[in-house]
């Protein structure tokens, strides 16, 4: 059996992870610390989860090379090189806001959380929008 399919799976836990993003942040917007704790938490196991398959998909394939041409070809590499660059950033970003959170310091929390999310956002946005362009589009 073969790793491709690993590529699908990370765009639907890039999606995935989207949603539970959005909910959290529309449940810290309406007052519900439960929810949006549970729902972040979520959307952070849901990263983890797509870690794991990432670096299993590329250990396995490897690099995909980009097929399109025309003004499609540096549209693509802009979003790529952005969400890689981003992409690395938002891991220690996410997992000090996470604790933030857990260990009860909401203001730092709260600081730092209003950089981690637009981050997380575009980068779980930007996934999706690779994958489509790499595998979909061409």
Not at 22 to 36: M, T, V
Not at 85 to 114: D, N, Q
Request: hydrophobic letters at 55%.
């Amino acid at each position: 059996m073969g790793y491709e399919f690993l590529s699908t799976v990370n765009a639907a836990l890039n999606l995935t992870c989207l949603a539970f993003l959005l909910n959290g942040y529309r449940h810290i917007k309406a007052g519900r610390r439960d929810e949006h704790k549970r729902s972040m938490l979520l959307a952070f196991g849901t990263s983890g989860l797509f870690l794991i398959s990432y670096l299993i998909y590329h250990a396995k394939v490897g690099s995909v090379p980009f097929q399109g041409v025309g003004w499609i070809r540096p549209v693509y590499f802009v979003i790529l090189i952005s969400h890689i660059i981003l992409a690395a950033i938002i891991v220690p970003m996410a997992v000090v806001t996470v604790l933030r959170g857990w260990k009860g310091k909401f203001e730092l929390h709260k600081k730092l959380a209003r950089w981690t999310f637009p981050v997380w956002v575009y980068v779980s946005v930007t996934g999706v929008v690779v994958y489509l362009m790499l595998y979909h589009l061409v």
